[in-house]
């Protein structure tokens, strides 16, 4: 996590957006959109401001909150949590995952399972719990784990299998088959499952089904997820853990001191969001699929070879194509080639599997159309 002069390395978004800051470059690099979320929750927020919600909320979360994503989770997908025990509130779905890797491995002989390419805080955190990683790799064109390799890699050492569904970097929907296939083999080796699903609303085609639904795997299941996308409030950082409560418990253990607690005023904003009509959420899927598209046809015309994801903000493409053989120096050189920034995949994969990643890039898609366009009018310019 640290150079060698000892100081920290950033992570590949902070230098990636600020390669954007300086250059001018159009930012397809970081997952952020460019446009504020629904008008009645940013006014909470203000109001709960002006109204001295200033101060700790309870450890859990506000119990307002925890009751509206009880209720999210009934009405979407007929989960029944109670909210006094099955829910906490974490800063991000970040500090969940990083309060659940604590709580559920100790030290090197315990292995989390991931699917590589990984969302990057996956493998620093596991590293920062002192575990081990084993990665299971995921392949262009469809990006679904070979049920042998997954196999192979869990077994009575694995204390945890992380999923990532809708999947981020790939945008793939992770099938009914590999989603059985994690629960089968998390019952063999009693393991848990810790499932991140900050793209739940955003699965274009299929409703989304969170792996906790699956026969069997409840009670061994801790589900997060996350306000930021969902609500285009990334900078808030309100997320959630739920499940059985032994698991949520042992959560709120490591939660208490890391945070403690988080984000009052936003608390309030992000229960309003979560009771907004089914309306909302299907046309911010649908919003964000209409931009895919306009991306994927500006990257296709450019060039590359695309793999259309089925959810999330990202589009992967190959960049070999356009002579590309190392997407790291690729994405470095983009914006003074077209002005655009974007991210390798290698930045997702540990070092000794670059190889297999090295022409694959990122691109976000969770931008104004005008920008995505005009994106697309510059990469043009590239071949
Ligand atoms: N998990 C995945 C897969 C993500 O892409 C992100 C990025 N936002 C996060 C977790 C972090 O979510 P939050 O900002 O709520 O901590
Ligand atoms: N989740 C977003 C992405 O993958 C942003 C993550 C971050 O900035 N840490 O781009």
Redesign the pocket.
């Known amino acids: 996590l640290l150079s060698d002069d000892g100081a920290p390395i950033p992570t590949i978004f902070a230098e990636m957006s600020a390669l954007a800051a300086d250059t001018g470059a159009i930012n397809l690099g970081q997952?952020f959109p460019d446009e504020d979320g629904p008008e009645e929750i940013l006014q909470v927020a203000r109001r709960a401001i002006a109204d001295g919600v200033n101060q700790y909320p309870p450890g859990r979360g506000i119990l307002d909150l925890r009751q509206a994503i009880a209720d999210h989770q009934h009405r979407f997908y007929g989960i029944s949590l109670d909210p006094e025990r099955d829910v906490l509130v974490t800063a991000?779905?970040?500090e969940a995952l990083a309060a659940a890797l604590l709580a559920f491995t100790d030290g090197p002989d315990d292995e989390v399972v991931v699917f590589e390419p990984y969302?990057d805080a996956y493998a620093a955190t596991v590293a920062l719990a002192g575990a081990r990683l084993v990665p299971v790799p995921l392949r262009a064109p469809d990006f679904q784990p070979d049920l042998d390799e997954l196999r192979s890699a869990v077994s009575d050492r694995t204390r945890v299998i992380l999923v990532?569904d809708p999947h981020?970097p790939t945008g793939a929907v992770f099938s009914r088959d590999v989603l059985d296939e994690v629960v089968s083999l998390a019952h063999r080796h009693d393991a848990l499952i810790v499932t991140?699903e900050?793209y739940e609303h955003l699965a274009f085609d299929t409703p989304h089904t969170p792996i906790a639904t699956l026969p069997g795997a409840w009670e061994r299941t801790l589900t997060i997820s996350?306000g930021?996308?969902t609500f285009s409030t990334?900078g808030w950082?309100i997320?959630w853990a739920t499940g059985p409560a032994d698991l949520v418990d042992a959560v709120l253990a490591v939660k208490q001191f890391l945070t403690y607690v988080n984000g009052a005023p936003f608390q309030p904003a992000i229960a309003t969001g979560l009771r907004l009509p089914d309306a909302f959420f299907h046309g911010t899927a649908d919003t964000l699929k209409a931009k895919r598209d306009v991306l994927g046809t500006g990257l296709h015309a450019a060039g590359f070879e695309v793999f259309e994801p089925a959810g999330t903000y990202f589009t992967v493409v190959d960049a070999a194509p356009l002579g590309a053989t190392d997407a790291a120096a690729f994405c470095r050189s983009l914006p003074e080639r077209a002005g655009v920034v974007a991210i390798p995949l290698t930045a997702f994969v540990t070092s000794g599997h670059r190889s297999a990643y090295a022409t694959l890039v990122r691109f976000a898609a969770c931008k104004r159309t005008e920008v995505l366009e005009e994106a697309a009018a510059r990469l043009a310019a590239l071949s």
Request: net charge positive; hydrophobic share 15%.
């Open positions: 997952g991000g779905a970040t969302y990532n981020n991140d900050v996350s930021g996308k990334t950082k997320g």
